[in-house]
């Protein structure tokens, strides 16, 4: 009867977790909400003089253009996406690209190593495992050096009011938690087969943000390019750790997954549409919400200062997390100028890509062989992704 009582309720922690995920952050989001909502009708914000008005004016309001730029957003994402698209030789648009697949790939790959050598290996006899606060570092770092950079570089001006970059903070959170608790509901397959098929969501939360309209081809192509990952890793791959059996409960996680994910990248590339705002702008305004969040958790756990103590008396441990940061904050920077060259769904199919190129890096630098299964795999993705840059050049000639 005990071992019963555990497995239920062992079966339901996720259900505990999500709802105090979602708890936690509708305790900041409808008070701040309603906030919003007074101020933006109120007389007194808008006519108001000095500092402390004008602060509320760029937290709520910003700078009094958004009006007309959500007005003339749907029409002017055409005529621009028309105009990019005839103006950008093929060249260029492939070596931007190529610029984006390096960078982002070299700073994700030194961040995966650096955290697991953190998380995994002891310092000085003492392990540290609280990832919390390396997500703080990530942020403060970020938010640092998107501040030092915007105060002495010429920048667009900013009509964006602050709260908006708050809703990407919050879905990246609640997407980050549903990543790793569903590992503990679904089978190995099922992981493989989600992180594959990232695409499609991000298509179809596309259009429900903003409208968007992608070619059939588009369609085609992230069909093909999910199916070739999933058959490079599941050939590839072997699962080490327990077998486990795919549960409802898992699914269900998986799909929240999905959707805040795709909505983050969906709703980054919205605000850059709209607002015409610069990668380093993006970077600031979201790392003030996501380094604020990330402060009250280490608060509410009691988790802070310890943390702290150990970063000032491990001088390694301190210049890992350091080094740790600075990735991150790189590999931010590639994130959000991906999205504002080349949208969400290029984006995506990078990200989906990535784990194929870092197990071909390491066939080649330690020379495992690859099996019949993935080649087949590998060559149905980059026939894929070959095949959208040809149509995509076909496309653009028939603009101009």
């Known amino acids: 009867m005990t071992e019963l009582l555990l497995r239920e309720e062992t079966s339901y922690s996720w259900l505990v977790g999500l709802f105090l995920n979602i708890f936690g952050c509708a305790v900041i989001i409808l008070p701040a909400t309603l906030l919003i909502r007074y101020l933006k009708d109120s007389e007194k914000v808008k006519r108001g003089s000095g500092s402390f008005y004008s602060l509320i004016r760029l937290c709520v309001l910003g700078s009094g253009q958004d009006t007309e730029l959500e007005r003339l957003e749907e029409g002017k994402e055409k005529v621009e996406a028309s105009t990019e698209a005839a103006a950008t030789p093929l060249s260029q648009y492939c070596t931007k690209l190529f610029v984006c697949i390096l960078g982002l790939q070299f700073s994700f790959l030194v961040w995966g190593l650096l955290q697991e050598r953190i998380m995994t290996r002891s310092y000085d006899g003492d392990t540290f495992s609280n990832s919390q606060f390396l997500v703080f570092t990530n942020r403060i770092l970020s938010l640092i050096t998107s501040a030092i950079y915007i105060s002495f570089t010429k920048q667009p001006p900013h009509t964006a009011p602050l709260y908006k970059y708050s809703f990407s903070s919050f879905s990246n959170i609640l997407s980050s938690w549903c990543q790793y608790e569903a590992l503990k509901y679904v089978s ?18 596309g259009k429900i943000i903003s409208n968007k309209v992608y070619p059939w081809y588009d369609y085609l192509v992230a069909v093909f390019v999910s199916i070739g990952v999933t058959i490079f ?66 608060i509410t756990a009691g988790t802070l200062f310890t943390s702290l103590e150990f970063f000032l008396s491990h001088p390694l441990f301190a210049a890992h997390a350091v080094i740790l940061s600075i990735c991150s904050a790189v590999g931010q920077l590639f994130i959000y100028y991906t999205i504002s060259q080349f949208g969400p769904l290029i984006f995506t199919f990078i990200v989906t890509s990535r784990q194929v190129f870092s197990i071909l890096l390491s066939c080649f630098v330690y020379g495992h062989r690859l099996t019949l299964m993935a080649v087949v795999g590998i060559s149905i993705v980059f026939l894929s992704l070959l095949s959208k840059a040809l149509l995509h050049h076909r496309n653009k000639k028939r603009v101009k």
């Open 233 to 298: 890793l599941l050939a590839t791959k072997t699962h080490s750790g327990v077998a486990r059996d795919t549960t409802c409960a898992g699914l269900f996680i998986l799909l929240c997954y999905m959707i805040f994910d795709s909505f983050t990248s969906n709703w980054q590339s919205k605000l850059f549409v709209q607002y015409k705002m610069s990668s380093f702008q993006m970077m600031f305004g979201i790392n003030i919400f996501s380094s604020l969040l990330a402060l009250v958790s280490l």
């Open 188 to 205: 190995f397959p099922t992981q493989i087969l989600s992180k594959s098929s990232k695409v499609i969501p991000v298509m179809l939360m």
